[in-house]
């Protein structure tokens, strides 16, 4: 993938995020940026930015996403706003996700979204899931390159055969689970991010702004 549309996945992942609801900081996206390449490993065992991703900085990192950052703000892709202690927020532009969406393969974009709004405003639950269910971070220490020939392609989809049952017995089980479906769809749609005290609020923002500024300023030799 070239580098104008790497920008347009950056513009991709802010202007989804903005369409449900959730304020991105700039580390969630170069953490996002990270599992775009994971997923497109997963299918053909290369990322898709051929970026030198590090355990370095919380996680996975590298100066490239966060200039690919830069880039899509400078074409008016995202906008970047500074929160109340100086961290970096980022928000879609005024395109629609779809827009930037064809450019995507289907095998990025759709678990991209998926986690996106799996990890709504939940940045702990975010970190936790890539550092123990990401191939690359499960056996790498801090400082080294990170290695995505590791990932594995997720295994298909059992099909379920349920038993034989009656007519009136199957329409019951059909409804219940239309029901659960109906329900899990409404849990997700109202969820909304924890919510701080103002105290608790400031100190997470002051480690926004720390966490963002080590990485911006971090040189990876």
Known sequence: MNKQYLEYLVGFVAAYAQEIGISLSKTQVVKFLYLADLFYAREYKKTLSNWPWRYWHYGPYCTEAVESIKKAHQKSLIFVEEGLEGELFIKGSRF????Y???IPAEVSSPL???IKTFAGDLTG???YIYS????MLEADYGDY???STAQKLPPLKKIH????SKERRKKCRALIERIVSRREQILKNRKPLCLSPEVLKIV??????WDEEEASSELE
């Open 96 to 99: 629609h996700s779809e827009k």
């Open 101 to 103: 969406e064809r450019h």
């Open 113 to 115: 979204k998926y986690y």
């Open 126 to 128: 975010l970190l936790n």
């Open 133 to 136: 269910e990401t191939e690359p």
């Open 146 to 148: 990170l290695d995505f």
């Open 162 to 165: 349920l038993p034989r049952m």
């Open 205 to 210: 923002e002051k480690a926004y702004r720390i």
